[in-house]
């Protein structure tokens, strides 16, 4: 068992091996879960502080079920209410906080790259919970759980990734980890909404979702982040639903037993048909919300082992 | 009897494009004589200086240096910047207007002027602003602005987004022969961006500005060039797709010049890493193949002036996220060393970079400076390019920190700086 992260900022400086790792204990989480098993003694006496700088229902009830069924006593700072909107700064902000020792830290922020800012500042173990347009390292992980579930392996699968990539900090997550873990990703989405230089990432990229979706194994698709867009990137939203929106006909162009993915949360009728995302035989999308429990008690889980270890490492080191 | 006799030197000159053994001698603060090393033996003087076969070159004249006089003393003062400069080579700033206040006056101008005169131990100039408060409506007193000693007139790096606004200025600087300096980047397209589009921006998601930005603001710049025959000098062209066109308003005869700054020389996108804050810079790092296409117009003179661009900002304006932190460099003190990269990587021989250190700004600037020769201010660095050192930012003499070159190993060291013959980064 590898994982050597004392943080998780993002999917890009992940080993394949430590993926697997978290993976494969996320599965026995999840399955655990379902069977009611708890395992209150693994996070005992740690304390976990979720950062919120913008709001989020999903991804912060998410992180604080995963806390709690871990045993971790769970405190959430809605940062929008704080002194942040008294003028302080981040640092500041991270040096407060780490001044009560908190042991594990979520956080959430408008910018790219202040997860990455705040973790140089603090000694306890930080999780991104999405950082701006930059990366969101658990929800790639949950999918690639769902997606390892559902189809029986994470390899030599044909993934395309749907809608507005350009504002989307999942897209970027999930194209690192399934390209390291050696999947072919597609990307498909209106030209406007496509981030520059991506063919560099080694990913094929189409803006025709017919073109784009033929014999695919999972179908990804993305929220259309209206409130990070300055106007103008589409002409409307029926224009984009019908030429990018997610329907039984374009869905025909993909493997029979393609699975339907969205992170949530959905605008119906803009990026996705409503009948495709209830429907039970396709959508998985359910269990993306049942998996991210699972693969954030074991990131947790496995962040507090490395945080453990360098603190006894230190103690033992003082003596 | 001559003040000065610096011999057994290694004279960069960049009018004659030589690197040669050779002498100068000094005398009521102008050069007197350049000698060949025979021709040095018997001279005297009542100060000799053994320079001991380092380089001898005329002292960089560095244009655009911002400092925080009036409003933001605590990030650069004159003191301060002064010394920053006798420090790094550089004999004559050229600062910009975008202080606090802008200088947009008369009046701010004669401040500041005063200011540089008290507390600055090197030659200061001053560009004033181009359009009153730098926001782009209405010009400023052009005529009242050059009497009180102002160079150039720009705004910075705010473009003026009113072509109609920006025709006037030209055309009234025109019939006073006035130098416009420009920042070119179409303002729209660049809008909120923090870096260079393409796969690093993608990868930090970062907001990015296409390179064809600065090509689209160079070519409204240069259609108003044709229609008013003004003095344009563009303070940084970064992008390989805007030479092209600055070559061809060369060729027509327009009276454009160019200039670019260090950082955007030696450094490329990627340096900004995991958000670097001190790689944030206006306009944002290149590509490796812009950067490579600028080191070779400077090399064939299309690009003619390079400059640091010196911006200070404190801890507090960069230590934020990265969209979010202030932009800029401090340059004075690492010009020299981080060009000389350049000519320790075999890109630019020594008299190229002298032509654009030193001797092109001075001409651009109408300075008698910026050259070997008899007549010529004694304005002079003595510098060994070889000698290794790790660059620590603490030791800067800068009030601000925010080097992009902090820990790297740079070649270059300046054994010492002379204005006018007195010798000035002994402190």
Redesign the interface.
Known sequence: MIFNAAHLLGI?HLHPTEITTLLDLADRYADDNRRGIAHKDVLAGLTQINMFFENSTRTQSSFEIAGKRLGADVMNMSMATSSVKKGE???DTALTLNAMHPDLLVVR?G????V??LAQKVNCAVLNAG?????HPTQALLDALTIRRAKGRLHRLSIAICGDIAHS?VA?SNILLLGKMENRVRLIAPPTLM????K??GVEVFDDMREGLKDVDVVMMLRLQKERM?GGFIPSEREYFHRYGLDAEKLSYAKDDAIVMHPGPMNRGVEIDGTIADDINRSVIQTQVEMGVAVRMAAMDLLARNLRAKRAQKAESAV | MNDILFQNARLIDPVAQTDAPGAILVKDGKITAVLSEADAKGQTAAQVIDCGGLCLAPGIVDIGVKIGEPGERHKESYRSAGRAAAAGGVTTIVTSPDTAQAIDTPETLEFVARRAAQDARVNVLHMAALTKGRDGREMTEIGFLLDAGAVAFTDGSRVVTDTKVLSRAFTYARSLNALIVGHVQEPGLSKGAAVTSGKFASLRGLPGVSPMAERMGLDRDISLLEMTGARYHVDQITTARALPALERAKRNGLDITAGVSVHHLTLNEFDVADYRTFFKLTPPLRSEDDRMAIIDAVDSGLIDIICSMHTPQDEESKRLPFEEAASGAVGLETLLPAALRLYHSGQLTLPKLFRALSLNPARRMGLPCGRLMDGAPADLVLFDPDAPFLLDRSKLRSKSKNTPFDGARLQGTVAGTWVAGRRVDQE
């Not at chain 1, 910018?111 to 202040?114: P, V």
């Open positions: 890009e700064t981040l640092i922020h910018s790219s790259g202040a990455d800012l950082d701006g347009r930059h990366e900090r970027r981030p520059s230089g991506v560099e990432f300055d």
